[in-house]
């Protein structure tokens, strides 16, 4: 039956080795300054995409849902960013504090607790056009 066979090794390593190339081409380029909005796994950490894993590795600083949530995953990926929250109590307060930074020409990644931050989640507001 399909799937029941063992994983072929010389296929893993050639992945592996692929993803490996990939990332280190991105890491070795600047980030530029501005707002990232990243997708984030929802359910199996496995699921991070290398795009997503080097961007928030390069970002100067992360925003978050919540911190404990988003510091496993950065673990699972060796990923060491200052994070901080930003959410529905404290976007108000921290909007002002963004904004400025971006403005400094910051690289500013913001994730969701799971998935891609829709219109709803936090930075809503970072993201309307006309906002800057």
Same mark, same amino acid.
């Given at each position: ?63 978050? $849902?919540?911190? *404990? @949530?988003?510091?496993? &995953?950065?673990?699972?990926? !060796? =990923?060491?960013?200052?994070?901080? %929250? ?7 307060? $921290?909007?002002? *504090? @963004?904004?400025?930074? &971006?403005?400094?020409?910051? !690289? =500013?990644?913001?994730?969701?607790? %799971? ?18």
């Amino acid at each position: 039956r399909p799937g029941d066979e063992p994983p072929d090794d010389d296929a893993a390593r050639l992945v592996g080795a692929a993803l490996a190339e990939q990332a280190a081409r991105e890491m070795a380029e600047p980030l530029a300054g501005g707002l990232y909005v990243v997708a984030t796994p929802i359910g199996n950490l496995g699921d991070m995409t290398v795009r997503a894993a080097t961007t928030l590795a390069r970002a100067d600083s992360i925003l978050c $849902e919540d911190t *404990r @949530v988003s510091r496993t &995953l950065l673990a699972r990926y !060796a =990923i060491k960013r200052p994070l901080r %929250a930003f959410h529905e109590h404290n976007e108000e307060a $921290e909007q002002a *504090r @963004v904004l400025a930074e &971006l403005g400094e020409g910051h !690289a =500013i990644a913001l994730i969701s607790d %799971a998935g891609r931050p829709p219109l709803p989640d936090p930075g809503f507001k970072l993201r309307r056009p006309g906002v800057a």
